[in-house]
Nanobody
Framework: VQLQASGGGLVQAGDSLRLSCAVS????????MGWFRQAPGGEREFVAA???????YYSESVKGRFTVSRDNAKNTVYLQMNTLKPEDTAVYYC??????????????????WGQGTQVTVSS
């Protein structure tokens, strides 16, 4: 399974970005998908997840600003990020949970990871 994250960039506070995560080697229709981020010197933290049937779940820090979605026909997951803040600056990773046990938020619970895409928000 390979995941390719894209869509990161340098934006100003208040701007929006949409990240994409294209998955190959496995159909995602029955898989839960997650987004994480890691700032320099920090741990990888949970951002959002979407269940195989489209139910979203968000961390408190992004709730109301970010929207996670999926297009199973394209085998792709998205993270729409609005009203970006400097503290959102990080490398963003998408991940696959192959366990089918329900949405999870710990990085170690995910089985496959993409390479990450850098998001930098200037003030």
């Amino acid at each position: 399974v390979q995941l390719q994250a894209s869509g990161g960039g340098l934006v100003q506070a208040g701007d929006s970005l949409r990240l994409s995560c294209a998955v190959s080697g496995r159909t995602i229709s029955m898989l839960d998908m997650g987004w994480f981020r890691q700032a320099p010197g920090g741990e990888r933290e949970f951002v959002a997840a979407v269940s195989w049937d489209g139910r979203p779940y968000y961390s408190e820090s992004v709730k109301g600003r970010f929207t996670v979605s999926r297009d199973n026909a394209k085998n792709t997951v998205y993270l729409q990020m609005n009203t970006l803040k400097p503290e959102d600056t990080a490398v963003y990773y998408c991940a696959v949970d192959d366990s089918q046990r329900g949405l999870v938020t710990k990085a170690y619970e995910y089985d496959y990871w993409g390479q990450g895409t850098q998001v930098t928000v200037s003030s």
